[in-house]
Structure formats: C-alpha cells, structure tokens
Nanobody, 119 residues
Framework: QVQLVESGGGLVQAGGSLRLSCVAS????????IGWYRQAPGNERELVAI???????NYASSVKGRFTISRDNAKNTVYLQMNSLKPEDTAVYYC?????????????WGQGTQVTVSS
C-alpha cells in the first residue's frame, strides 16, 4: 500500500503562485511515476505533470513554462510549483503514484487539494 497526502492548495489571485506537496509513504520500491492531475467542475480529470523515479518530467502544454514538478526522494515528496496562475487553473489537484509492488502494478491516488484562482 502507498499512501499519498497532498497539501498546499488554497485561494490565490491570478498571476500568483502556489506550491503543492505530495508526501508518499508505504511500499515504495524501484521504478515509479508520480503525477499531478486536476479536475475542474464539469470536466474530466486531466494530466498536469509527471516525474519518474529517474527524474524525467513531462508537462501538459497548458502549463509548460508556468509549472514545475520536482521530486525529493529522501523525503518521499513530490512538489508542483505553480507560477503565473490563471483562473483556468482552478481545479482539485490530485497526486497519483504508479509503480510496482513485487510483480504487481499498482496505482494510488491522494485525496486531492483545492486550488482556486480568482480573476
């Protein structure tokens, strides 16, 4: 089992910044990918950014140049630094872990943290 706890969400004005944190605990071994996803009311959940255990990253085109994902393996923590926030970024942001527990592929989600960007 892997437990994920997100924090750092809140209310911010357009153009402002927030940093989200995802702390992972449990059976974390070998290759894995942690991603940030978001879901706005009426929309489907979408990928925002991912980072692998080898520190490779990928971003949605809508956040490139504004958001940065990073990983501190010693602390089992992944961060999402969000700059130049726009009202369109308003959503619940979820942390996701994908990896292997022994020979089994696992997929875990955090509880989500609300990000609201005012005009």
């Amino acid at each position: 089992q892997v437990q994920l706890v997100e924090s750092g969400g809140g209310l911010v004005q357009a153009g402002g910044s927030l940093r989200l944190s995802c702390v992972a605990s449990g059976s974390i071994f070998g290759s894995n990918v942690i991603g940030w996803y978001r879901q706005a009311p009426g929309n489907e959940r979408e990928l925002v950014a991912i980072i692998t255990s080898g520190a490779s990253t990928n971003y949605a085109s809508s956040v490139k140049g504004r958001f940065t994902i990073s990983r501190d393996n010693a602390k089992n923590t992944v961060y999402l630094q969000m700059n130049s926030l726009k009202p369109e970024d308003t959503a619940v942001y979820y942390c996701n872990y994908q990896g292997y527990s022994g020979a089994y592929y696992v997929d875990y989600w955090g509880q989500g943290t609300q990000v609201t960007v005012s005009s």
